[in-house]
């Protein structure tokens, strides 16, 4: 038998869209070795035979057809859903009790209730319903399309009584047509529907009748644009079959239709009153939250594995690299501007704002919980703040992204909110260690849960629990956690403190007292008292040292480079960068420094006139520069003589192990280099006077992390050979337009979609 074929024979009852195009798909894809159908249109029959997707066939399920459904090793019901029990009740005495049944019914409460009906307590564990979340407004046997199902959802609602190997069989067939498979029960299956098919669906009816009752209608018609005429697209789709869906999911429709009316009122009333600011910040949230769910879903959260859908390829590099850059906003304080701007009494004003993945994970995320927020629009954010307890519970988990820093200062702020929630992240996030944040926070009196042995996301967090504030000596130096302890601290009754074994960034502190709030520094003691209140304040982000990083590197290995980083904040616990570069011997400068919300920022430049040293690392800059390590590996490669660091364990739990993940990516390119528990040895080729290629060329694995991507990017500049670099769509969760400045500013770089 051939190994494609699936079944013998496959009967399908009904031959209208879905089931025509099943049925074509089944023959083109050579899944049976036979197909039969039955359908009370005579004339669907003939045309399946004439077009050869099916056999054979009959227009009765009945005696006269006892031959066909007995020898079927596969029935299909494809018939509108509220004709499915009895379509049963003429099937049950003719059935094989061997053959598998399946349906396409949009509803699977009321298939579950047919098969009941029918068969009581012995429904045949062949059974399994599905739904192929696929169609056209076009309906009958002609409409049929053998590609109908390709890249579309299939779900499958097993009963109780379904097989293994009943779902597996039916599993495989949507499978081999091209669909993507999913798994749901038949209640959540029809509430979910009800929402995302039904209700759009009877609105598009419910449109159009309005609509063509009007005196008017012919000119409204007419003049139609897009929008109305996608939309309203729907209501040309077969009368009879939603006829059926709407009477079959009856309850969880009508459901649906309730929570619009009461939105849709919440409309009219803010369009009545002309409220701009209650308007703007409704259609803003629905506007980001369309973008926010596609971003959920490609990235598919939670999952173990990750498509790699881009690549970066790097030529040996000719040209010098010159030029005045403006990199992008700082990440760590972009987050911050959202979450002290939401908790703030006010109106915030944001400029420079990071539109990266990250940073916009943290605004949706706050919208959903309710805050009115305008933009992000060429980096500038208004943000219309609800006080210190005016969050409200959101509507489902919270979804982070890539974001370490979001999960772990909102696990502060969540800890002392009046609801519950549930933040989850990508396959990435959904790896890193959050006990660290969790364990201060129980013992403030938080009721926080990780998930599993190594305390991951997702991260379940319990309301209405009353925080006390502690003395904390953090075990390892963490900005996150540091920060993430401090905004429990701002709801804890009495004072919170936080003491570092280093200093580490301290954007946090400096952030609250630019809105207001009190917070001492001692030494590594901060602390602050729990009680007060925000003042929205405007916030100006700088461009982000972690970003220039890689730029600044890029000249320091390149001969006659003349780079300018414009506006690049240099806070005093992140300028660890900057002395390790000027250790190694980079000609590199401070210009124009000034203070810009809080911050202080300088314009950087950097010239490609000498050979690098290797150096050892000092541990007091480690927790200065932790972001930056994987570009200074790269630099360290082109020194002349050894680069030892120490001290920067806090790398094996980054986005990625930054450790292994770099010293891998750096054997590859030719460079001799041995990772240790807490750092790397790195032997640099880099003779004093010589611009000569350091790496060969290679393939590189970035495992999804941007850092490492942009870091061997960078390495592409003294290669021999074409660098190709795999995973590089993370890049735009902190760096959105790396490829257009290393592009413009000399880097033979060029991306490849792939998949």
């Not at 919270?398 to 979001?406: A, E």
């Not at 314009?603 to 480690?622: A, M």
């Not at 364990?649 to 993940?661: C, P, T």
């Amino acid at each position: 038998m051939n190994k494609s074929i699936l079944f013998q024979q496959v009967l399908i009852i009904g031959l209208g869209l879905i089931g025509s195009s099943l049925a074509r798909a089944i023959r083109e894809r050579g899944l049976a070795q036979r197909i039969v159908a039955i359908d009370n249109h005579l004339h669907y029959i003939e045309q399946g035979k004439k077009l050869h997707f099916i056999d054979c066939g009959h227009d009765k399920v009945d005696e006269s057809s006892r031959n066909l459904i007995a020898s079927s090793d596969l029935i299909i019901l494809a018939v509108p859903v509220q004709a499915v029990q009895k379509v049963l009740s003429h099937l049950k005495p003719f059935l094989n009790p061997n053959s598998y049944i399946t349906d396409v019914g949009s509803t699977k409460g009321s298939m579950v209730s047919a098969m009941q009906q029918v068969f009581g307590d012995a429904i045949p564990s062949g059974f399994v319903a599905a739904h192929p979340i696929a169609g056209a407004e076009n309906s009958g046997v002609m409409a049929g399309k053998a590609d109908l199902f390709v890249n579309h959802k299939v779900i499958i609602t097993p009963l109780a009584s379904s097989s293994t190997q009943a779902i597996e069989m039916i599993s495989q067939l949507w499978q081999s047509v091209g669909a993507e498979v999913v798994f749901m029960d038949a209640e959540q299956h029809d509430k979910v529907l009800a929402y995302t098919s039904h209700l759009p669906h009877l609105m598009a009816f419910n449109l159009v009748e309005q609509l063509a009752n009007r005196q008017d209608n012919l000119d409204i018609f007419r003049y139609a644009a897009g929008g109305f005429r996608d939309f309203s697209r729907i209501a040309a789709s077969d009368a009879q079959m939603w006829h059926d869906i709407f009477f079959a999911n009856k309850s969880a429709l009508l459901q649906a239709v309730a929570e619009f009316e009461q939105q849709l009122q919440q409309f009219k009333a803010v369009i009545e009153q002309q409220d701009s600011h209650q308007l703007m910040g409704m259609l803003g949230h629905a506007r980001a939250a369309r973008q926010h769910f596609n971003h959920m879903l490609s990235k598919t959260p939670l999952m173990e594995k990750q498509t790699v859908s881009q690549q970066f390829i790097i030529q040996p590099h000719s040209k010098a690299l010159t030029g005045t850059f403006t990199v992008a906003g700082d990440k760590s304080v972009s987050h911050r501007s959202i979450m002290f701007g939401a908790i703030a009494e006010g109106t915030t004003q944001v400029t420079g704002f990071l539109e990266g993945e990250d940073a916009l994970a943290t605004l949706q995320a706050f919208r959903d919980m309710g805050v009115s927020i305008e933009g992000p629009k060429n980096g500038e954010v208004t943000i219309h703040g609800v006080g210190m307890h005016g969050l409200k519970a959101p509507a489902s988990a919270l979804y982070m992204g890539n974001s370490g820093t979001s999960m772990r200062l909102l696990s502060g702020m969540l800890a002392a909110q009046q609801f519950d929630s549930v933040m989850t992240g990508d396959a990435s996030l959904s790896k890193r260690p959050m006990e660290r944040i969790a364990k201060p926070l129980r013992d403030m009196g938080a009721k926080i849960q990780t998930t599993g042995e190594k305390g991951t996301p997702p991260v379940s967090i319990t309301g209405k629990q009353k925080l006390t504030g502690i003395h904390y000596d953090l075990p390892m130096a963490s900005a996150q956690v540091k920060s993430g302890i401090l905004l429990a601290g701002l709801w804890a009754d009495g004072e919170t403190s936080v003491t570092e074994p280093e200093p580490t960034r301290d954007h946090t502190e400096r952030m609250l007292r630019a809105f207001g709030y009190d917070v001492k520094t001692e030494g590594n003691k901060i602390s602050l008292k729990g009680g007060g209140k925000l003042t929205a304040t405007n916030i100006q982000v700088p461009s982000d040292i972690s970003s220039a990083a890689f730029f600044m590197v890029a000249a320091a290995i390149s001969k006659n480079a003349d780079i300018t980083l414009e506006a690049v904040g240099i806070n005093p616990t992140r300028t660890g960068v900057i002395e390790i570069l000027k250790q190694m011997g980079a000609d590199l400068t401070l210009e124009n420094q000034r203070i810009a919300g809080g911050e202080p920022i300088a314009d950087i430049r950097i010239k490609g006139s000498r050979t690098l040293k290797g150096i050892h690392i000092p541990e007091d800059q480690v927790p200065l520069a932790i972001d930056e390590f994987p570009v200074l590996f790269v630099a360290a490669a082109c020194a002349e003589g050894q680069t030892v660091l120490t001290g920067a364990a806090e790398l094996r739990v980054k986005e990625s192990d930054r450790i292994q993940v770099m010293a891998d990516g750096l054997q590859a390119l030719d460079i001799d280099c041995t990772p240790t528990e807490d750092g790397m040895i790195i032997n640099g080729k880099g003779k004093t006077g010589e611009w000569s290629p350091i790496f060969g060329g290679g393939e590189i694995q970035s495992h999804h992390d941007h850092r490492i991507a942009m870091s061997f990017s960078i390495a592409g500049i003294r290669a021999s050979e074409n660098i190709v670099i795999y995973g590089t769509e993370t890049v735009a969760t902190s760096f959105p337009t790396f490829t257009q400045i290393a592009q413009q500013a000399g880097l033979n770089l060029s991306v490849k979609e792939v998949g």
